[in-house]
């Protein structure tokens, strides 16, 4: 399968998902058989620009979403790192600590995660 044909089929799936929509919600939407629909989201076969139109519309999204990338997949965290731009120098920076806290935070608890099953490898070992 072709990359853009694979991200396209992801995202129709991603966004059918987030929005709690069915495969049937969608195929009547956009004016397909259900079958049909739901051979084209495994990806059996490649949508025409047509189809594409009245999919993107079924999902509520335009149609350039449906082949966008994007590192963030969260929309909520996306629209938020928006807001953040706004923000007066001084809300960004306690933003920045704040951040920099987490990433630490969760860097250590992953060390602990990693020395832990070491350990419990090292009993283990021991126990054979």
């Known amino acids: 399968m072709e990359a853009t044909q694979a991200l396209l089929l992801e995202n129709i799936k991603r966004i059918r998902k987030e929005k709690g929509l069915t495969q049937k919600d969608v195929a009547e939407g956009s004016d397909m058989l259900v079958p049909?629909?739901?051979?084209?989201?495994?990806?059996?076969?490649?949508?025409?620009?047509?189809?594409?139109?009245?999919?993107?519309?079924?999902?509520?999204?335009?149609?350039?979403?449906?082949?966008?990338?994007?590192e963030i997949k969260d929309r909520n965290v996306a629209q938020k790192l928006e807001m953040i731009g706004n923000l007066s120098e001084y809300n960004k920076s306690v933003i920045n600590i704040m951040l920099d806290s987490i990433i630490e935070?969760?860097?250590?608890?992953?060390?602990?995660?990693?020395?832990?099953?070491?350990?419990?490898?090292e009993l283990e070992a021991i126990r054979k």
């Open 36 to 70: 049909t629909y739901s051979r084209l989201e495994r990806g059996g076969s490649n949508p025409s620009l047509a189809s594409m139109v009245r999919i993107a519309k079924a999902l509520g999204v335009p149609v350039v979403e449906l082949l966008s990338t994007s």
């Open 105 to 121: 935070k969760d860097r250590i608890e992953k060390l602990q995660e990693v020395k832990k099953n070491s350990r419990l490898a």
